[in-house]
Structures are given as structure tokens and as C-alpha cells.
């Protein structure tokens, strides 16, 4: 756990977490100074491991909260199953935020991706996959 009183600590243990902020995509510079390792350390703190969308346990119709954490950026999103057809269907790590021309998500991670994401199979959801469309999940 955080030791108590690091202000920074708790900013980031709520963003880790969803607590009233929005987690779409951070710049990791607070005052001028880098807190990349912050973030990580407040990923482990709450129950976020590295992975790969390959190594993460998720069956179709669930989604597994995940950061991608990659030169000062934090970028949120979810690895899911993107669902085309009953038979069609891709594991994919895709961000909360999406491109503004083409609607589709900002960051994608497919299957065989070797990059490691930060994600919390213990925060997996349910949602419903028959609106699990490449471009509105």
C-alpha cells in the first residue's frame, strides 16, 4: 500500500482506479518532473501486472480495465473481444479514446503484439457483445 500523506500517490492511485477522473490518455509530467514510474508503481499497488493481450485471461462478452504505458503517456482502454460476426471475432487491447475523423479507437493492440500493457483481470466486466462492432464497442 501508499504510504499516506504523498499527494501524487493518491492522484494516481485515482486514476489508476477510475475514482473521479476520466482515464483516457495522461501525459505523465507533473511540475516538469516524469512520474512514469509512479504510475507503474500505483498499477501494482492496484492490482494491474503486465501482459500481453495473448497472456490475458478474457473470454468473449467480457473486458479487462488496461493501460498502455509508453513514453510519458498513459493511455486507458479495455482488452476485449471485438465481435464481427458469430464466427469473426479479434482479442484486442483498445483505448477509451478514439480518433475524432474515423470514430475508430486512438490505440490499438492486437493479438500478436509482443508490447506489454498494465492490466487487472481481477476489474474484468461483463458487456454485451452483440454491439461489439469495430467502431462502437
Avoid at 513514453?71 to 479514446?97: D, M
Avoid at 481481477?122 to 454485451?128: C, I, R
Amino acid at each position: 500500500m501508499r504510504q499516506p500523506g504523498t499527494d501524487l500517490d493518491a492522484a494516481l492511485d485515482d486514476l489508476v482506479l477510475g475514482r473521479g477522473v476520466a482515464r483516457g490518455r495522461h501525459a505523465l509530467r507533473v511540475e516538469g518532473r516524469d512520474v512514469t514510474e509512479n504510475l507503474r508503481a500505483a498499477l501494482a499497488r492496484n492490482g494491474f501486472s503486465e501482459t500481453t493481450v495473448r497472456e490475458a485471461p478474457i473470454e468473449a462478452g467480457q473486458r479487462i480495465p488496461a493501460f498502455r504505458v509508453r513514453n510519458g503517456v498513459a493511455e486507458f482502454g479495455w482488452i476485449r473481444w471485438e465481435i464481427f460476426t458469430p464466427r469473426s471475432r479479434r482479442k484486442l487491447f483498445a483505448s477509451e479514446r478514439r480518433d475524432p475523423d474515423s470514430g475508430e479507437w486512438s490505440v490499438q493492440i492486437n493479438l500478436g503484439s509482443p508490447e506489454k500493457i498494465w492490466a487487472n483481470t481481477g476489474l474484468a466486466s461483463t458487456h454485451d457483445v452483440d454491439v461489439v462492432v469495430p467502431v462502437a464497442p
